[in-house]
């Protein structure tokens, strides 16, 4: 990122080991952005964060509240909805994050969660953000424990019902317990959505369909943490 | 079975011989786990800073070390050790017989595993399976030592570990009243306290006269002005919050009037220092009590860049940090003094509507100049974790962070805790520039 752009971006998956496979990335993109290797200057965030010997650090919550502000000013609170966990950001009107909650400790509402029923349906991951929609009559998922959830799910697809209105079930629940999140919270305003679960469109439409109003949505909602390390890092400048 | 004193044979409605023998095997491994917590979590509290007063405290840190020792001379020497599993028992009462009181609330981890083995995933809080288990595996000297153990029932979970507790030892309930606020809450509080007294009277077959019930409470008293010396001190930075709360749990079990000469010492010692770690995010602890050796939450506070320059917790500041206010030194006006000071002031999530929390923690955050509330929440404290809720919204209204941190005594979610603990220590350096 230089000036405010971004100028490579890109994921690869995680393994126990990240520092090697992310120094390749990082000299991918620093050749892809035309960048001398040595003068990007580096921040690591996330999970892994402390494998990156030698890197500045930040913690992916404070990462994500800089990626939010920078991407959207007005953006009030930001909910990362990550692989393993739902984390909510609330930013006071200069962009300083002013509380966070999460919900970790539990899988459910998460990525992980959607790729375990998807898994469990015979499906992609992806089909999981699409299928809502062609759903006539969502199905009711009563429980949110993941281990709970996928034997319902089982028995729902014994029962015969259609794959769309089951995957718009799951969808639904996960928005509510997303709602219920952003209800606790004080700050008022615009609401960003980030995180891969954000580019499931079923889980999209369930939340703003919730709370009665649209939230804003960056084109690569896995890529706000990145990009707020990068600002963060001097990338705005 | 017969109890630790050797009493009558006791009725068994939990235990079995089996789960008896089970248990007895767990012992030497909760020893050994728990001195070796304590080590691990002694080394990384030392540091450059540390007061030299302190090694006093290190020295008497192991639940099952010297002290224990002490008290077993005591015992042989015809002396009566009285347990208790709450802050809620007067200690002045039973030292006003010249029996040595000890708070038994457990913060060993390994302990946790008798009682699982008994109760199954009962949904209790890891302290009182934790207390349980210590009792079970009779891993623990001093409460072997101990002749009865009051407790007292603020929650379901000590209301039916009170009951356990009777196919082991002598227990004597003290029924807690939820609603304090009503003259009929504060008379039935009363009468646990006279209760008490003639329960203690009728074990030691004698009255208590007046003027040693006089002496005790002003003992303790000496105590809690000490602590509160203390806790200017420690407000102003000038010790570690790790260590604070050190020192205020060895007063469970410490010779109390020793307790609170090296409490003076520290103090004298800190006297005049500056801050130990001036930059650290100010942090008031609240929540569950947090039990040493399970030290895992002070830690990763302080590890992260953040310090506890006061807590609000039973097992910290609470426990000495309210005098005992006696208008007349009767007997009467005695008793009633020690129920006011053990019920008026206290927190505990218990007690409904417990207004007084918020209450407190605003004076807290106003008078130590807080710049956050970490809210420790053990897995199982229900009432705890809906306190939380309610504070979360207290502190919101008046922009204070709070972070609410569930948990268990084993150390398997260190490092998701950790991040949390050190996103919300970035956040409030973060507010600083932002706002100076």
Known sequence: MEGGKVLASGAIRSSMNPAGPVGELVASLTAKASVAPGMA??????????????????????AFSRGARFLHPAT?????????????????????????STNDKCSTGT???????????GVEPAYMGTASQAAKEPAVINTSCTVFAESEVVTLVAKKRPK?????????????????????ASARGDLMLAGGVAMNAGVVAAIEKELKRKAILPDQPNMVGAIGAAVSAGGSK | MKDASGGAERV???????????????????????????????????????????????????????????LR?????????????CYFAP???????????????????????????????????????????????????????????????????????????????????????????????????????????????????????????????QTYQRAQAAWRRFSELRKAGAIWGRDALLVAQLSFFDDIARWTQNVERLSGELEGRGPVAPDAARILLGGSPIVWPNWKVPLLIEESGGMIIADELCSGSRTMHDPVVVEEWTMDGMLVALAERYMIPCTCPSFSPNLEREQNMLGRIRDTGAEGVVFHVLRGCHLNSLDATKAAKALRERRIPMLKVESEYDEGDLEQVRTRVEAFIEMIKARRESSG
Not at chain 1, 83 to 90: D, N, S, T
Not at chain 2, 73 to 85: H, M, N, R, V
Not at chain 2, 145 to 170: H, R, S
């Open chain 2, 91 to 217: 200690a002045e009462i039973v030292a006003a017989f010249g029996a040595v009181p000890v708070r038994f609330c457990s913060g060993v981890y390994e302990a946790v595993h008798p009682a699982n083995d008994l109760l199954g995933d009962a949904g209790l809080c890891p302290l009182v399976k934790s207390t349980l288990g210590l009792k079970m595996s009779g891993a623990s000297p001093m409460l072997e030592l101990c002749d009865m153990v009051i407790v007292p029932t603020p929650c379901d979970a000590k209301l039916k570990l009170g009951e356990i507790l009777q196919d082991m030892v002598d227990v004597h309930l003290m029924n807690m009243p939820a609603v304090k606020s009503t003259e009929a809450g504060r008379q039935s509080w009363i009468g646990e306290i006279k209760s008490l007294l003639s329960a203690l009277e009728k074990r030691f077959d004698r009255r208590l006269r007046p003027q040693m019930l006089r002496k005790s409470i």
């Open chain 2, 73 to 85: 001379k005591f015992k042989e020497a015809g002396g009566k050790i009285i347990g208790s599993l």
């Open chain 1, 41 to 62: 200057r580096l921040l690591a965030t996330g999970v892994g964060r402390k494998n990156m010997v030698g890197a500045a650090q930040m913690t992916d919550i404070m």
């Open chain 1, 111 to 121: 990525g992980c969660f959607l790729d375990i029923m998807a898994s469990a349906l």
């Open chain 2, 12 to 70: 068994l409605r939990y235990m079995n011989k089996e789960l008896a023998e089970g248990a007895a095997a767990h012992r030497d491994r909760i020893r050994e786990a728990a001195a070796s917590q304590v080590q691990k979590h002694l080394a990384a509290m030392k540091g450059l800073s540390r007061p030299k007063a302190m090694e006093y405290f290190d020295s008497m840190a192991d639940p099952f070390g010297p002290r224990a020792e002490e």
């Open chain 1, 76 to 100: 009030r609170i930001v909910v990362d909805l990550g692989g393993q966990g739902v984390r909510l950001m609330e930013l006071d009107p200069d962009g300083t994050m002013a509380n966070f």
């Open chain 1, 164 to 184: 769309e209105e089951i995957i718009a079930g799951l969808n639904g629940m996960v928005a509510k317990r997303v709602v219920a999140m952003i209800n606790l």
